[in-house]
């Protein structure tokens, strides 16, 4: 059984992962802005073990919020070893923006890059423990190459991979194994606008549930750093 941190559980990727690694047994602490998006639904905490479950407020805009999920997720789990950083918004910035954009690019950094490397720094001496802790951040293929004009989003993303890279290095002879999750388009309120693709075509947010799944159970010889998935083929030429 894992003690497990997973940010954004309100809704989409996250929440699919909570479900699935709820239901596998794993201790989870869910990371969400409203608790009360979770009440009436399978994660409410009303209906589940309070000594393996809990819903805490965090906000990745909010610099002490990690801190104050972390601390109360200790004295209830009495340690943390895995990390799955989910929280995550998209912009459609171009690179030439309008002035009243800036707000936009500076929220983006907030939360796609600042916000998961304060939670792993907050977290960190706990994952330094035992010699097994897991980091899984969902990036995105925009962390890989960029696309169209998404500026303020692949930016985001490539300096996440980035911070996935550091964090690998300097958490390798502690036993911390990092995993980059890279999809394309996943079915979730993030792909809504995207129009000219049927949502069941999409990745599924399952999928990259039994992805995750999957990785806790790998030793520490043998978690992929980077796993690429795509909803379409893409052809660089
Ligand atoms: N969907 C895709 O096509 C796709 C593809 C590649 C990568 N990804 C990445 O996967 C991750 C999850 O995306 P998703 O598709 O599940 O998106 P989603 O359905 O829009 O969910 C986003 C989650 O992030 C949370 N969040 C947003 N701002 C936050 C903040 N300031 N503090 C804390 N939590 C915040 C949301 O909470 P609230 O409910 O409170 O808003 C929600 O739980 C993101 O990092 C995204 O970039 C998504």
């Keep these: ?50 000594e393996k479950f809990l819903v805490h407020t965090y906000d990745a805009t909010d610099k002490n919020s990690s801190k104050e999920w972390i601390q109360s997720t200790v004295k209830t789990f009495g340690n943390i070893n895995t990390v799955i950083h989910c929280a995550g918004i998209f912009k459609k910035t171009k690179l030439i923006f309008n002035n009243n954009e800036i707000k936009d690019i500076e929220e983006i950094w907030k939360v796609n890059v600042l916000g998961p490397w304060l939670l792993t720094k907050d977290a960190w001496e706990y994952l330094s423990i035992n010699n097994s802790a897991r980091i899984i951040v969902l990036v995105s293929m925009s962390g ?41 388009w996943v079915n979730t309120d993030m792909a809504k606008g995207i129009n000219h693709f049927p949502k069941e075509s999409m990745t599924q947010s399952k999928d990259i549930a039994n992805i995750c799944s999957n990785l806790l159970e790998l030793p520490n010889s043998s978690v992929p750093f980077e796993i690429s998935l795509n909803c379409q083929l893409e052809i660089s030429d």
């Design 1 to 50: 059984m894992r003690k497990i941190l997973i940010s954004g559980a309100s809704r989409g990727i996250g929440k699919a992962i909570a479900l699935k690694l709820l239901k596998e047994g794993h201790a989870i602490s869910l990371g969400v802005r409203k608790k009360e998006d979770l009440m009436n639904t399978p994660l409410d905490p009303k209906l589940n073990d309070p």
């Design 144 to 184: 890989k190459r960029s696309k169209g004009s998404l500026a303020s989003y692949s930016m985001s993303k490539f300096a996440l991979m980035s911070l996935c890279q550091t964090m690998r290095n300097e958490g390798w002879n502690q036993g911390i194994r990092v995993t980059a999750i890279c999809p394309g």
